[in-house]
C-alpha cells in the first residue's frame, strides 16, 4: 500500500471543505483536498440549493428598518431548537454564530463578490412554537450555484494556489487515529481501486452527513415521533452523504450525537431528472402559502398547514398520516405567484441573474417554471374543473383514495371565507396570510386572498408531494475551534470536523429544528474556525 505525507487534509469538497481551505491558503499552508464526486461537481450540495442564508445585522436589515440583534437571534435559536441547556456544545455554536454571521460570514463573501437580494425573507416563523421574530434569511442573488461557483473561483486562484492539491473520486475509509492523536486517512482511488494510506498531522472532515446515499442511516436513525420511516421517502442530500466516516470513528470510539434529528422537507417530488448514480433523487418545492394541503383523501389538514411556518411541524403531521404523503392544491393564478423550487435549476432567473426577468417574474407569474413543471412531472395534475382534477388524482400510481365531497366541502368552506370579507376571517390559514401580507418582503410574492375554485384563475392544479430528506441536524461532537471530541469528552489532537459531518457544529447547532438559512452559513463559520484554529490565530 502506497504511503504519502501531507500537512493538512480535508476530506470533502463542498462548501465547508472549501472554507477550510481557503483559511488555511489565507494562512501560507498546505492543503490537500480528498473529493469523493468528479472535478465538475466540485463545490458540494451548496451549487444546487437556493442560496438562502441566515444573518443577523447586515447592512441590508438594516436598510429595511429591521431590528435585529445577536442576542434576539440567540433567544429565537433557543426557543425554536427546542434546547433544554444553554451551555452544551450545540447550543455555545449557536451562540457563536448569533454574534459572529456578519464578521465571520456575511463579510467574507461579500469580499468574494458574493451578493444578496436587496429583500430579506422570513421563513420558520413559527406554528405552535415562536421561530424568526424577524426576517433574517437572505438570498443569494445567482442562488447557491453563483455563491460555490464564486468561493470555488477564489480557491483555485488563490494567491497562494500553489500550495493547493485536489484529488477527485477518492473515497476516504478510514481516519487514521493512534493515542487520541490523528495521524491521517485511508483512501481508495475510485479510478484505479488503489488504497493509499495519506498521513498527515492534521485532518479536517468536510465529508457531509447521513441524510442521503442509500438512505439507511437516515431510516436507522429515525425519529421516534414520525413513527416508521415512509417508504416513499426521497433523496434530496448528497448522493455521497452516507455516513461512511461517521460510522467509522463511532467504532473508533467517537459516536455522533443527535443522529435521528434530520432536517426533512414535506413538499418533494421524484426530479425530473436524476442524477446518475443517486438512489430516489428528489426535488424540492416550495409551495404556495395560498394553497390548501391535505391528506391522501382530500382531507385538509387541520390546522392549516401553511409554508414557511415551521417545517418539522408540516413533516411530522404528514407522517401521522396512514399514507404518509400529501397533496397541494391550487390553481394556475396561485402557482404562478408563489409556487418555486429550492434549488438553483430550476430557478433559472435567480441563478443567471436575469434582473429584468426577475421583475417579471414577480409581476407576472413565472410561466416558464409553471409550464415546466406541468410538462416534466407527472406529479402535478391539471384540471379545468374539481371532478376532472380528482379523477386524475385518483389515476396516479397507488393513489385511489380522494374522496371528491370531503376535498370540494373543504375547498368551498375556505373560498366562502375569503368572499365574507377580510374583516371576517377565522380560518388559521387566512390569518396567517394576513400577517404575512403586512411584511413587503412577504406581499410581493402573495397573492391576494386568492379563493381556489374561483374559474377565472384557473385550472386547478393539484401536486402530490412526499417527504424529502435533507440536512442532518446531528453529528460528530466539536467544541469551539472545530476539535473532535471523543466519547470521554477528551479532544482527538489534530482531527476536525466542520459542516453537516459535525452537525454543522457541535454534533448539532441547531437542536430539535432549523431557523433556516443556517445550513450554508454554518458550513463557512465552522470551516473557517478549523481552518484559522490549524493556522493558530482566533477569527
Given at each position: 500500500?502506497?504511503?504519502?505525507?501531507?500537512?493538512?487534509?480535508?476530506?470533502?469538497?463542498?462548501?465547508?471543505?472549501?472554507?477550510?481551505?481557503?483559511?488555511?491558503?489565507?494562512?501560507?499552508?498546505?492543503?490537500?483536498?480528498?473529493?469523493?464526486?468528479?472535478?465538475?461537481?466540485?463545490?458540494?450540495?451548496?451549487?444546487?440549493?437556493?442560496?438562502?442564508?441566515?444573518?443577523?445585522?447586515?447592512?441590508?436589515?438594516?436598510?429595511?428598518?429591521?431590528?435585529?440583534?445577536?442576542?434576539?437571534?440567540?433567544?429565537?435559536?433557543?426557543?425554536?431548537?427546542?434546547?433544554?441547556?444553554?451551555?452544551?456544545?450545540?447550543?455555545?455554536?449557536?451562540?457563536?454564530?448569533?454574534?459572529?454571521?456578519?464578521?465571520?460570514?456575511?463579510?467574507?463573501?461579500?469580499?468574494?463578490?458574493?451578493?444578496f437580494l436587496p429583500v430579506v425573507n422570513w421563513p420558520e416563523r413559527g406554528m405552535d412554537v415562536k421561530g424568526n421574530s424577524v426576517p433574517?434569511?437572505?438570498?443569494?442573488?445567482?442562488?447557491?450555484?453563483?455563491?460555490?461557483?464564486?468561493?470555488?473561483?477564489?480557491?483555485?486562484?488563490?494567491?497562494?494556489?500553489?500550495?493547493?492539491?485536489?484529488?477527485?473520486?477518492?473515497?476516504?475509509?478510514?481516519?487514521?487515529?493512534?493515542?487520541?492523536?490523528?495521524?491521517?486517512?485511508?483512501?481508495?482511488?475510485?479510478?484505479?481501486?488503489?488504497?493509499?494510506?495519506?498521513?498527515?498531522?492534521?485532518?479536517?472532515?468536510?465529508?457531509?452527513?447521513?441524510?442521503?446515499?442509500?438512505?439507511?442511516?437516515?431510516?436507522?436513525?429515525?425519529l421516534p415521533e414520525y413513527g416508521t420511516p415512509p417508504d416513499t421517502l426521497l433523496n434530496g442530500s448528497h448522493k455521497y452523504a452516507d455516513?461512511?466516516?461517521?460510522?467509522?470513528?463511532?467504532?473508533?470510539?467517537?459516536?455522533?450525537?443527535?443522529?435521528?434529528?434530520?432536517?426533512?422537507?414535506?413538499?418533494?417530488?421524484?426530479?425530473?431528472?436524476?442524477?446518475?448514480?443517486?438512489?430516489?433523487?428528489?426535488?424540492?418545492?416550495?409551495?404556495?402559502?395560498?394553497?390548501?394541503?391535505?391528506?391522501?383523501?382530500?382531507?385538509?389538514?387541520?390546522?392549516?398547514?401553511?409554508?414557511?411556518?415551521?417545517?418539522?411541524?408540516?413533516?411530522?403531521?404528514?407522517?401521522?398520516?396512514?399514507?404518509?404523503?400529501?397533496?397541494?392544491?391550487?390553481?394556475?393564478?396561485?402557482?404562478?405567484?408563489?409556487?418555486?423550487?429550492?434549488?438553483?435549476?430550476?430557478?433559472?432567473?435567480?441563478?443567471?441573474?436575469?434582473?429584468?426577468?426577475?421583475?417579471?417574474?414577480?409581476?407576472?407569474?413565472?410561466?416558464?417554471?409553471?409550464?415546466?413543471?406541468?410538462?416534466?412531472?407527472?406529479?402535478?395534475?391539471?384540471?379545468?374543473?374539481?371532478?376532472?382534477?380528482?379523477?386524475?388524482?385518483?389515476?396516479?400510481?397507488?393513489?385511489?383514495?380522494?374522496?371528491?365531497?370531503?376535498?370540494?366541502?373543504?375547498?368551498?368552506?375556505?373560498?366562502?371565507?375569503?368572499?365574507?370579507?377580510?374583516?371576517?376571517?377565522?380560518?388559521?390559514?387566512?390569518?396567517?396570510?394576513?400577517?404575512?401580507?403586512?411584511?413587503?418582503?412577504?406581499?410581493?410574492?402573495?397573492?391576494?386572498?386568492?379563493k381556489i375554485l374561483d374559474p377565472k384563475a384557473g385550472p386547478l392544479i393539484a401536486v402530490k408531494q412526499y417527504i424529502l430528506s435533507r440536512?442532518?441536524?446531528?453529528?460528530?461532537?466539536?467544541?469551539?475551534?472545530?476539535?473532535?471530541?471523543?466519547?470521554?469528552?477528551?479532544?482527538?489532537?489534530?482531527?476536525?470536523?466542520?459542516?453537516?459531518?459535525?452537525?454543522?457544529?457541535?454534533?448539532?447547532?441547531?437542536?430539535?429544528?432549523?431557523?433556516?438559512?443556517?445550513?450554508?452559513?454554518?458550513?463557512?463559520?465552522?470551516?473557517?474556525?478549523?481552518?484559522?484554529?490549524?493556522?493558530?490565530?482566533?477569527?
Open positions: 500500500m502506497n504511503i504519502h505525507e501531507y500537512d493538512n487534509i480535508i476530506v470533502g469538497g463542498g462548501l465547508a471543505g472549501i472554507s477550510a481551505a481557503i483559511e488555511l491558503l489565507d494562512n501560507h499552508k498546505k492543503v490537500l483536498i480528498i473529493e469523493r464526486d468528479i472535478k465538475e461537481n466540485f463545490g458540494g450540495l451548496a451549487k444546487k440549493s437556493f442560496g438562502g442564508i441566515l444573518f443577523s445585522g447586515t447592512p441590508l436589515q438594516k436598510r429595511a428598518g429591521i431590528k435585529d440583534s445577536p442576542t434576539l437571534l440567540f433567544e429565537d435559536w433557543m426557543r425554536y431548537g427546542a434546547f433544554t441547556e444553554t451551555n452544551s456544545l450545540g447550543a455555545q455554536w449557536a451562540k457563536f454564530y448569533s454574534e459572529h454571521s456578519v464578521s465571520i460570514i456575511y463579510d467574507w463573501l461579500i469580499a468574494k463578490k458574493v451578493d433574517r434569511w437572505h438570498i443569494t442573488w445567482g442562488t447557491g450555484y453563483d455563491l460555490s461557483n464564486k468561493v470555488v473561483k477564489h480557491l483555485l486562484n488563490h494567491p497562494n494556489k500553489g500550495n493547493l492539491e485536489i484529488k477527485f473520486q477518492h473515497k476516504v475509509t478510514s481516519i487514521l487515529i493512534e493515542n487520541k492523536k490523528t495521524i491521517g486517512i485511508e483512501v481508495l482511488d475510485e479510478t484505479t481501486q488503489e488504497n493509499l494510506i495519506l498521513k498527515s498531522k492534521n485532518v479536517i472532515i468536510a465529508s457531509g452527513g447521513i441524510t442521503g446515499g442509500d438512505l439507511k442511516l437516515v431510516k436507522n436513525n429515525w455516513g461512511t466516516i461517521h460510522l467509522n470513528l463511532e467504532q473508533q470510539g467517537i459516536p455522533s450525537t443527535n443522529l435521528n434529528r434530520q432536517w426533512h422537507y414535506a413538499a418533494g417530488i421524484p426530479t425530473p431528472h436524476p442524477e446518475q448514480g443517486k438512489f430516489r433523487d428528489g426535488l424540492s418545492l416550495v409551495p404556495p402559502r395560498s394553497a390548501i394541503w391535505v391528506d391522501a383523501i382530500g382531507k385538509r389538514f387541520d390546522p392549516p398547514l401553511v409554508p414557511y411556518t415551521d417545517t418539522s411541524y408540516f413533516v411530522e403531521h404528514i407522517l401521522k398520516t396512514k399514507e404518509q404523503y400529501s397533496w397541494s392544491i391550487m390553481n394556475r393564478k396561485i402557482a404562478l405567484k408563489e409556487l418555486a423550487v429550492s434549488g438553483s435549476e430550476y430557478m433559472t432567473a435567480f441563478r443567471n441573474r436575469n434582473k429584468l426577468q426577475m421583475i417579471k417574474e414577480v409581476l407576472f407569474g413565472n410561466k416558464a417554471l409553471i409550464n415546466r413543471l406541468i410538462e416534466e412531472s407527472d406529479h402535478f395534475v391539471v384540471a379545468d374543473t374539481l371532478e376532472e382534477l380528482v379523477k386524475k388524482m385518483n389515476q396516479q400510481p397507488v393513489t385511489n383514495a380522494v374522496d371528491i365531497e370531503i376535498l370540494k366541502k373543504d375547498l368551498q368552506s375556505y373560498d366562502d371565507e375569503i368572499d365574507r370579507g377580510k374583516s371576517y376571517f377565522n380560518d388559521e390559514q387566512l390569518r396567517r396570510l394576513v400577517n404575512f401580507r403586512l411584511y413587503r418582503g412577504d406581499k410581493i410574492r402573495i397573492s391576494k386572498f386568492q440536512k442532518s441536524l446531528g453529528g460528530i461532537p466539536t467544541n469551539l475551534n472545530s476539535q473532535v471530541i471523543d466519547k470521554d469528552g477528551e479532544i482527538i489532537s489534530g482531527l476536525y470536523a466542520v459542516g453537516e459531518a459535525a452537525g454543522f457544529g457541535g454534533g448539532g447547532i441547531h437542536g430539535a429544528r432549523s431557523l433556516e438559512g443556517t445550513f450554508l452559513g454554518s458550513c463557512i463559520l465552522t470551516g473557517r474556525v478549523a481552518g484559522a484554529n490549524i493556522s493558530g490565530i482566533k477569527l
